[in-house]
């Protein structure tokens, strides 16, 4: 374990539903980000919270919903899918956006059917 | 655009031989460097880093060389195992600017080691 747990680690869900990814960190990190991975790209940058204030959303379409309840939690709600938002969803936390100590969880594969 | 690109796409070894794998990057202001290790099924894991201050730096096996002059950045892995076969990414972080904490990360390069 990295410190940083997500769950589902696998998630299957239709264009229809609504989900929400879990990402907890013990790290005692102050800034947490979701990055999206797909087959035969980089990682890309969804979303940075820094001490719960979203600093960063990287035009990511609104039926990607983000919230961050405090800097240990972070939560990536998703309603109304389509099957190219299939990927691997990657949480990270560091000390502060400066990156040092940059740590990932082991995401939550997605599958929009 | 800043860019981080890797040189190799895969890369087959023999167990026991010294693998290194090759970064570009395109951006001089970036001051900090990781190297990852992602294998199948799990999120990238640390390895290691280095800042803009250093040209190299060594870990358990491995080390990480940076030459500011050509942007370019490698990740050395002595007596390669098998279980170093993963998909090894390096990523920058620019700390100032409008990319103040944004890691940008490479295409990545698979590293398959043969027993």
């Known amino acids: 374990e990295t410190g940083v747990t997500q769950t589902p680690r696998h998630l299957v869900m239709g264009m229809t539903n609504k989900k929400s990814l879990k990402c907890e960190q013990h790290?005692?990190?102050?800034?947490m980000y979701w990055y999206k991975q797909s087959a035969k790209k980089p990682l890309e940058l969804m979303f940075v919270y820094n001490f719960k204030e979203q600093t960063e959303n990287n035009s990511v379409p609104s039926r990607f919903s983000p919230e961050c309840p405090n800097s240990s939690h972070l939560f990536l709600h998703l309603h109304t899918l389509q099957p190219e938002d299939s990927a691997l969803y990657l949480c990270a936390s560091s000390q502060e956006t400066a990156g040092y100590g940059y740590t990932f969880g082991s995401g939550t594969r997605l599958t929009v059917v | 655009g800043e860019s981080v690109g890797l040189h190799l796409p895969t890369l087959s070894v023999q167990e026991g031989d010294n693998s290194i794998i090759n970064c570009a990057y395109s951006?001089?202001?970036?001051?900090?460097f990781i190297w990852y290790k992602q294998e199948s099924g799990k999120g990238p894991q640390f390895i290691i880093d280095?800042?803009?201050?250093?040209d190299k730096r060594q870990g358990q096996r491995v080390t990480v060389l940076l030459n500011k002059t050509v942007k370019h950045l490698s990740l050395q892995i002595a007596a390669t195992q098998p279980g170093d076969s993963a998909v090894y990414f390096c990523?920058?972080?620019?700390?100032?600017?409008?990319?103040?904490?944004?890691?940008?990360f490479g295409q990545g390069t698979i590293l398959t080691v043969h027993p």
């Open positions: 990523a920058e972080i620019n700390a100032g600017g409008t990319s103040y904490g944004k890691l940008t």
């Open positions: 280095i800042r803009s201050n250093m």
């Open positions: 951006n001089s202001a970036s001051d900090y």
């Open positions: 790290l005692g990190h102050n800034a």
